[in-house]
């Protein structure tokens, strides 16, 4: 079973779990497929416009066996994983990669790239915040770039990013969802001057599930 090593007061065995669920990804490259949700507790980046402000206290979430969120996981016929949060990077994920991994998932990860990575991801999405920079260590890493439009001086913020990227790595821009019916013509329009950037919608939430 898995090893027990005390790490800043947790037990690496187990993660502070605010929700896990089987769904549709909504949004960037890997949009329409089913995919099984890990959210985990804890964010130290605090973006005002979060729609998961619940998720940052990490005390407020029960610490769960990474065997027992795996057997959950592992219930259900797709075997895409999402990594998300809050902000999973603050935990040491190498445990749950594993064993995630032997049941035979492909894992993704949702991070600001705040914290350096831990575990075998096979997709990284790096969406940064202005709250708290990203490592510079992320951007060759990274598969895939998703910038939050919340007003129009992001779309310059969005390409100083772009450039520290690999020559591969997916771009998108994505409306902040209160936002979207100011925002949305705005994406469109530049992604029209810049077809190097795609748009990411959040599609689950138009079809009212997870």
């Known amino acids: 079973m898995f090893k027990e090593v005390k790490q800043k007061d947790i037990v690496v065995g187990s993660l502070p779990l ?3 669920f089987y769904t549709v990804q909504g949004e960037g490259f890997h949009q329409g497929k089913s995919a099984y949700f890990i959210r985990l507790g804890g964010c130290d980046v605090g973006c005002v416009w979060c729609d998961v402000k619940e998720s940052w206290d990490e005390t407020q979430h029960p610490l769960i066996a990474v065997s027992d969120i795996v057997e959950k996981a592992a219930s259900y ?5 999402v990594i998300t949060g809050g902000e999973p990077l603050m935990h040491d994920l190498s445990f749950l990669c594993d064993a995630l991994h032997q049941e035979g998932f492909t894992i993704n990860i949702e991070t600001s790239g705040a914290h350096p990575l831990s575990g075998k991801l096979d997709w990284i999405c790096l969406s940064p915040k202005k709250f708290k920079a ?3 260590e992320i951007y060759q890493e990274a598969d895939e770039l998703k910038i939050i439009i919340y007003n129009k ?5 969005a390409e100083e990013f772009a450039q520290k990227m690999r020559a591969d790595c997916q771009l998108f821009l994505q409306p902040e969802w209160s936002k979207s019916d100011k925002v949305l013509p ?3 329009d530049y992604v029209k001057e810049h077809p190097q950037w795609r748009i990411s919608l959040q599609v689950h939430k138009y079809m009212n599930i997870p």
């Open 134 to 136: 990203p490592l510079p």
């Open 77 to 81: 016929p797709g075997r895409l994983a």
């Open 153 to 157: 001086s992001d779309f310059k913020w």
């Open 186 to 188: 705005q994406i469109i």
């Open 18 to 20: 605010m929700e896990a």
